[in-house]
């Protein structure tokens, strides 16, 4: 293999790492906070994905006013589905939380078939994202780079949240002790609710470069991209957010590695991550950054 | 003035508070006594807005709280230190100080004196506050949790069994601290099992007993009392 090649076959695995660790983010922080997977967040990045789309097509906006409205309308249904289908089950034993996290999974992805149709549909890259440029010596599309730099905008903004802001704070808190963290005046409702905001966001942001990356969307796209992201959250250490991003880079990089190394395996690239994630619950159920607590009496 | 008035509480099917009657004069300093599982705790979780009760209220100042969250009982001026601390390990000390002081409107200059005066107060936490919460020792914790609740500026200070896992020394260390609050005009509710302490600090004392209260008075009256000094102070 040619160093230009290897390097092709790098950013390759870099922009769907970047993909994978942005909805990577959504789960670490809904588990950090309420303990709680969220089976939906896989449909959350459908539903940005086709937002964005219609945003185009039938609303004739330019794509870089549709993306963003995306992003924001998804946003505001991830704050929906908390206040509806998770916050009045918080006091009730936590089977029923996951239980209802499934029937959103559902819910979305067949009402994606009803209002969106069951066909894929074309998505059509803005044509900046569609120019190929040659950067020593390998040949690259410009969404490859543009994924990236997105994504890492994205995890700086968020890193800004939670490190250097007062709701982010917050945050940190609740993930730690929610009861305690009322005790300081803080309404966690309110936080947990912006937390769910966040995680649909940059799920949403995720959904519209996975579609961008690979351009059809069809409704239950959301699937493979959740389940790798999910992978990629426990990989690096679920509840936290360092982590998910460390596990969404590593699980990207490793899966375009393997069929670039290994062609004849393609086809096992799915079971690869699975096969991560079994190794992973037998060995290191923490993760990577994930500290080993001792089990609480 | 904190009132409470006939507080029964259920506690997963439990009568945990058999009507509860106390209060709390500004400036003073009451004590809460009594043995494990006599409904302590679970009389301060009811002010802070934690538990529900069945029945009674809770009155500050004449207004009552009863129906509202803990974070708005906090905004109302009642600040607790729960039971074994619980600072937030993950952030540093001085996040952990700015978190008590979540819920103020206060300008940043107002809050960065008041931080500068627990600093004065408790000086290992200024040495300590860029470091995360979670290695201080357990003295230093119990410092933290009572700079981080006068952050919020509370009228009602509650302080759920300060002394528990400290060293003698540090202990009392603790109930100076108190004290010297209190002199500067910190109203205090406080639980302690070590009774002697509490009482050596506290203007008036109940003592409770599987959910009731079964006696009261002046701290200094009732470690007289021949009864009080048996169960409580472990004086034969």
Same mark, same amino acid.
């Given at each position: 293999?040619?160093?230009?090649?290897?390097?092709? !076959?790098?950013?390759?695995?870099?922009?769907?790492?970047?993909?994978?660790?942005?909805?990577?983010?959504?789960?670490?922080?809904?588990?950090?906070?309420?303990?709680?997977?969220?089976?939906? !967040?896989?449909?959350?990045?459908?539903?940005?994905?086709?937002?964005?789309?219609?945003?185009?097509?039938?609303?004739?906006?330019?794509?870089?006013?549709?993306?963003?409205?995306?992003?924001?309308?998804?946003?505001?249904?991830?704050?929906?589905?908390?206040?509806?289908?998770?916050?009045?089950?918080?006091?009730?034993?936590?089977?029923?939380?996951?239980?209802?996290?499934?029937?959103?999974?559902?819910?979305?992805?067949?009402?994606?078939?009803?209002?969106?149709?069951?066909?894929?549909?074309?998505? !059509?890259?803005?044509?900046?994202?569609?120019?190929?440029?040659?950067?020593?010596?390998?040949?690259?599309?410009?969404?490859?780079?543009?994924?990236?730099?997105?994504?890492?905008?994205?995890?700086?903004?968020?890193?800004?949240?939670? !490190?250097?802001?007062?709701?982010?704070?917050?945050?940190?808190?609740?993930?730690?002790?929610?009861?305690?963290?009322?005790?300081?005046?803080?309404?966690?409702?309110?936080?947990?609710?912006?937390?769910?905001?966040?995680?649909?966001?940059?799920?949403?942001?995720?959904?519209?470069?996975?579609?961008?990356?690979?351009?059809?969307?069809?409704?239950?796209?959301?699937?493979?991209?959740?389940?790798?992201?999910?992978?990629?959250?426990?990989?690096?250490?679920?509840?936290?957010?360092?982590?998910?991003?460390?596990?969404?880079?590593?699980?990207?990089?490793?899966?375009?590695?393997?069929?670039?190394?290994?062609?004849?395996?393609?086809?096992?690239?799915?079971?690869?991550?699975?096969?991560?994630?079994?190794?992973?619950?037998?060995?290191?159920?923490?993760?990577?950054?994930?500290?080993?607590?001792?089990?609480?009496? | 003035?904190?009132?409470?008035?006939?507080?029964?509480?259920?506690?997963?099917?439990?009568?945990?508070?058999?009507?509860?009657?106390?209060?709390?004069?500004?400036?003073?300093? %009451?004590?809460?006594?009594?043995?494990?599982?006599?409904?302590?705790?679970?009389?301060?979780?009811?002010?802070?807005?934690?538990?529900?009760?069945?029945?009674?209220?809770?009155?500050?100042?004449?207004?009552?709280?009863?129906?509202?969250?803990?974070?708005?009982?906090?905004?109302?001026?009642?600040?607790?230190?729960?039971?074994?601390?619980? %600072?937030?390990?993950?952030?540093?000390?001085?996040?952990?100080?700015?978190?008590?002081?979540?819920?103020?409107?206060?300008? @940043?200059?107002?809050?960065?004196?008041?931080?500068?005066?627990?600093?004065?107060?408790?000086?290992?936490?200024?040495?300590?506050?860029?470091?995360?919460?979670?290695?201080?020792?357990?003295?230093?914790?119990?410092?933290?949790?009572?700079?981080?609740?006068?952050?919020?500026?509370?009228?009602?200070?509650?302080?759920?069994?300060?002394?528990?896992?400290?060293?003698?020394?540090?202990?009392?260390?603790?109930?100076?601290?108190?004290?010297?609050?209190?002199?500067?005009?910190?109203?205090?509710?406080?639980?302690?099992?070590?009774?002697?302490?509490?009482?050596?600090?506290? @203007?008036?004392?109940?003592?409770?007993?599987?959910? @009731?209260?079964?006696?009261?008075?002046?701290?200094?009256?009732?470690?007289?009392?021949?009864?009080?000094?048996?169960?409580?102070?472990?004086?034969?």
């Amino acid at each position: 293999m040619t160093l230009s090649l290897f390097f092709q !076959h790098l950013a390759n695995g870099i922009s769907l790492g970047s993909l994978y660790a942005l909805i990577a983010i959504g789960y670490t922080m809904v588990y950090g906070i309420l303990r709680l997977i969220n089976f939906a !967040h896989g449909d959350i990045v459908m539903l940005g994905s086709y937002i964005a789309f219609y945003g185009v097509v039938m609303f004739f906006l330019p794509w870089w006013v549709s993306f963003p409205l995306a992003i924001l309308l998804t946003g505001v249904v991830g704050i929906i589905i908390e206040r509806t289908a998770y916050k009045p089950l918080r006091e009730v034993p936590r089977i029923n939380l996951f239980t209802s996290a499934v029937a959103v999974s559902f819910l979305l992805e067949n009402l994606g078939l009803v209002i969106f149709g069951a066909r894929p549909k074309g998505f !059509h890259r803005p044509p900046v994202m569609d120019t190929v440029l040659y950067i020593g010596g390998a040949a690259v599309v410009s969404y490859t780079p543009i994924i990236i730099l997105t994504a890492l905008v994205l995890f700086g903004g968020l890193m800004f949240v939670v !490190h250097r802001t007062k709701v982010g704070m917050a945050m940190r808190a609740l993930s730690k002790d929610i009861e305690t963290t009322g005790l300081m005046g803080v309404n966690t409702d309110q936080v947990i609710t912006f937390s769910f905001a966040l995680g649909s966001a940059l799920a949403a942001a995720g959904g519209i470069l996975w579609a961008i990356k690979f351009p059809q969307i069809q409704p239950l796209m959301g699937v493979m991209p959740g389940l790798k992201a999910f992978i990629a959250a426990v990989l690096g250490g679920i509840g936290d957010i360092t982590g998910a991003l460390i596990g969404g880079f590593l699980l990207g990089i490793a899966e375009i590695m393997l069929v670039a190394f290994m062609p004849n395996l393609a086809g096992y690239r799915d079971a690869f991550a699975y096969s991560i994630l079994i190794l992973l619950l037998l060995f290191r159920p923490t993760g990577i950054m994930g500290e080993m607590e001792p089990e609480k009496v | 003035m904190l009132e409470v008035r006939d507080l029964h509480v259920y506690y997963g099917g439990i009568h945990a508070l058999h009507g509860i009657s106390l209060r709390v004069p500004d400036g003073q300093i %009451v004590a809460l006594l009594g043995a494990n599982g006599a409904g302590k705790s679970t009389t301060l979780r009811t002010i802070a807005g934690i538990v529900k009760p069945s029945e009674g209220d809770v009155l500050l100042d004449g207004e009552s709280l009863i129906g509202l969250r803990s974070f708005e009982v906090v905004r109302r001026g009642i600040a607790m230190v729960p039971e074994g601390r619980r %600072v937030f390990t993950n952030l540093t000390v001085l996040e952990n100080l700015r978190l008590g002081a979540y819920a103020r409107r206060d300008s @940043n200059q107002v809050i960065q004196r008041d931080l500068q005066e627990i600093f004065n107060l408790f000086p290992r936490l200024e040495e300590r506050k860029k470091q995360s919460a979670g290695t201080l020792s357990g003295g230093e914790q119990q410092m933290l949790a009572l700079g981080r609740a006068l952050m919020s500026k509370p009228r009602i200070l509650m302080i759920d069994e300060p002394s528990l896992g400290l060293a003698p020394v540090l202990a009392q260390d603790v109930f100076e601290k108190l004290k010297e609050l209190n002199q500067a005009g910190q109203t205090i509710l406080l639980i302690e099992q070590n009774a002697r302490a509490a009482m050596s600090i506290a @203007n008036y004392a109940y003592i409770l007993e599987t959910g @009731n209260i079964v006696l009261e008075g002046p701290a200094a009256e009732l470690a007289q009392q021949d009864e009080v000094r048996k169960s409580y102070l472990g004086v034969h």
